[in-house]
Each structure stands twice: as C-alpha cells, then as structure tokens.
C-alpha cells in the first residue's frame, strides 16, 4: 500500500493482556506518535473509548487446625471462613449476572484446607465512585471477619491494575469518528461501546497516548470455543488502510 499518501505510522507489539502489564516498559517517546489505536478482540465493527476500572484482590484466611474428633471450640476452619467471605459478597454482582456497564467481583481461583485457604478476585466496575465502594465492601469484610474469628485472620491484598480510559480519550472524538468512518467505507456498521474487559490501550491513555480500541472480529473470549474469522481479519485490515488514508495529513499516528 506504498501508493497510499499517509502521515508517519508506527506499530508496535505488546501482550495486552487485561491485568495491565502489557505496557509496563512501553518507551512512548520513542513510538514518538501523538495518538493511536489498539486493535484488541471484539466482534466486528466495536469501537471502544470506555473500558472497566480494574483492581484485584487477594484474601489470605489464616486458620487453626486440630483432630476433628476434638475439635469443639478449638478448631478455626480456613476454608470454612473463606465460603462465609465470598457469601458475603453480592451475589448479583459476579459476571454471570452482569452485563454492559455493571461491575462485578470475579472469584478467579481458590485453595486452601482447614489451615490456610487463599481466595484470589479482580474487581471491575466502569463508574470510579463503585470501583471504590467495591474495594471498600472488601475491606469491610475483612474487618467483620477478623473481629468475629479473631485478628489476623483475614489478610486482604488490594491492588489497582488499570482505569476507564474514556477521561482521556473523550477529549479527541475525532478518533472515534474516523474509525466509525473508515468502518463504514467497509461495510461495517459500527458499535461504539463499552468493552467489558481491559486493553493497553487504557494504560497507554493514561501514559499520555490517548488510544482507543478496535476490534478485530474475535468471539467467547478466555472460553474452549474462542474463535476469529479470517474475514473479520480481512476486514480489519482494510479498516486500518482507510484510517492511514484519513490521517494522510497528520504529523503522528500509530496502531
């Protein structure tokens, strides 16, 4: 496509992954371009400037064991404790019962015994003042238990992983209408819409890229039946063709 007048292209390669370390020693100075796009999953035609606040959490449970035979006022049951921890959470509020802009907890992985269980989430929610109420409705968890079993009991590890990026992108709609243009030149109805998930294009945003995302065609994403159409591919490829033909007259642009 050398024919095609463009301004200057950079493309780079990251994991972009969800937990947010796929930019983690990204050198956007020496990308040296002003804005860009993310082409990250999503059936054909998703153009995306909103993604979930993203944190997560992992909760230690610290118990006693003794013979059950003898265990009567004596026994401090790890896994036990773990079950009440994770039933105090919402029970609406997990992503088989979620959709479009509701947060969730996700409880991703569990092992213990009676002496030490480990419960590991991540935290979502679009809207920043419910990310924060989710965290805190860990921490007030955490507190009831130890105050009912005895301090020390439950440890809980917060950590923030990633933003909406959508503070960042919304002040150049012109990306998000030139991708709604160069999707249409392709037959493409666009869907702009908030990605359930994360992208590095969040913590590009947030690094001073503004970059939204694109999709790429993908379907049932992290599942045994994940599958992409070659098509859809095809068509992507045609969409960023369009785009450099739009930005042929800007100084930077990247994908």
């Known amino acids: 496509k050398g024919d095609i007048p463009h301004g200057r292209i950079a493309v780079c390669f990251t994991p972009d992954e969800e937990v947010g370390c796929g930019t983690a ?5 020496k990308l040296g371009a002003d804005f860009a796009y993310t082409l990250d999953g999503g059936p054909e035609g ?6 979930f606040n993203a944190g997560a959490a992992v909760v ?12 009567k006022g004596r026994l401090k049951h790890a896994a036990l404790i773990a079950m009440e921890f994770n039933a105090m959470l919402p029970c609406n509020e997990i992503p088989a019962a979620t959709e479009g802009y509701e947060g969730f907890y996700h409880l991703r ?6 002496e ?28 009831y238990l130890n105050d009912r079993y005895g301090a020390g ?9 990633y933003y909406n ?10 990306l998000i ?16 819409v908030p990605i359930r998930g994360g992208t590095d294009g969040a913590m590009l945003s947030f690094m001073g890229l503004p970059c939204p995302n694109l999709c790429t065609g993908g379907h049932n994403y992290h599942g045994r039946f994940e599958f992409i159409p070659v098509q859809s591919m095809d068509v992507m490829v045609s969409v960023l063709v369009r785009l450099m033909e739009q930005n042929s007259s800007a100084r930077d642009f990247s994908s």
């Open 25 to 29: 020693h990204f050198d956007i100075p």
């Open 46 to 51: 998703e153009v995306v400037l909103e993604n």
């Open 60 to 71: 230690h449970i610290i118990g006693v064991n003794v013979h059950p035979g003898s265990a």
């Open 109 to 114: 992985w569990i092992e213990g015994d009676e």
């Open 116 to 143: 030490k269980t480990i419960l590991k989430y991540i935290v979502r929610d679009h809207d920043e003042g419910r990310f924060t109420e989710k965290k805190e409705r860990l921490k007030k968890i955490a507190a």
């Open 153 to 161: 009991t439950v440890e809980l590890e917060l950590t923030d992983s």
């Open 165 to 174: 990026m959508k503070s960042k992108v919304e002040p150049y709609p012109f």
């Open 177 to 192: 209408e030139n991708a709604r243009k160069a999707l249409e030149a392709e037959g493409v109805a666009p869907a702009v």
